[in-house]
């Protein structure tokens, strides 16, 4: 799943895994968790996050790498990765050695409008994920998940000046990731100011 923030990656990349079965490796979510937890990884990547910045490809690189070890059986989802060249370059690598490879990067190709409204709204579960948005994706009882009875809360990287700061790294460092794919032929380019429930079978169509 390939977009800016508030593309609705994650939204999306939660469809596909109740229909498909895939390892889910969103390294935002795993960022996240080792920053709750305080371990080492979390320490390091705090403060990138924080700035809205990418956090380095050395702690991101091993992250995946670990995670491709634990189930071939599956396929992967990848969400919010990868969002370098070199980190798109390790993949191909790592799945060439496994004997895996890539066969559709989907893309929501979202503008700066939409990405503001979406984003604002956001509410996540601070215990286990799970995404809302205040008028989208409302809860059935106001700050209370509807999953597991967690607290929604508003990341601390969805604040206005955070955000705008997130879509110029974006621009800068991750939209040419995207001229990689596009040369592989696997590329599919979503309207993401569609719903979500236009936009998930498109994905599911081009999955099939
Ligand atoms: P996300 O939930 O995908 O928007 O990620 C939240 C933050 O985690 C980003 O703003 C980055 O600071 C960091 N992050 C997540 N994935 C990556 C990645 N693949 N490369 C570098 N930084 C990342």
Do not use: W
Not at 88 to 115: S, Y
């Amino acid at each position: 799943m390939f977009g800016p923030p508030g593309a609705g990656k994650g939204t999306q990349a939660a469809r596909l895994l109740d229909e498909f079965n895939l390892l889910h490796i969103a390294t935002g979510d795993i960022l996240r968790e080792a920053v709750q937890q305080s371990r080492p990884l979390g320490l390091k990547a705090r403060e990138f996050m924080d700035r809205g910045e990418l956090v380095p490809d050395d702690l991101i690189i091993p992250i995946v790498e670990e995670k491709l070890g634990l189930n071939r059986d599956k396929g992967f989802l990848f969400d919010g990765f990868p969002r370098t060249i070199p980190q798109a370059r390790m993949l191909e690598e790592t799945l060439g050695r496994l004997e895996l490879e890539i066969n559709r990067v989907v893309f929501l190709d979202t503008d700066q409008e939409v990405i503001l409204k979406r984003l604002s709204g956001r509410r996540v579960c601070e215990q286990c994920g799970e995404t809302y948005h205040v008028t989208n994706i409302p809860s059935k009882r106001a700050g209370m998940c509807d999953r597991c009875n967690g607290k929604l809360v508003q990341r601390d990287d969805d604040k206005e000046e955070t955000i705008l700061k997130r879509l110029g790294v974006y621009r800068e460092q991750t939209e040419g990731v995207l001229g990689y794919y596009r040369d592989k032929g696997v590329l599919l380019n979503v309207d993401g100011s569609l719903s979500i429930e236009e936009t998930y079978p498109i994905i599911r169509a081009s999955l099939k």
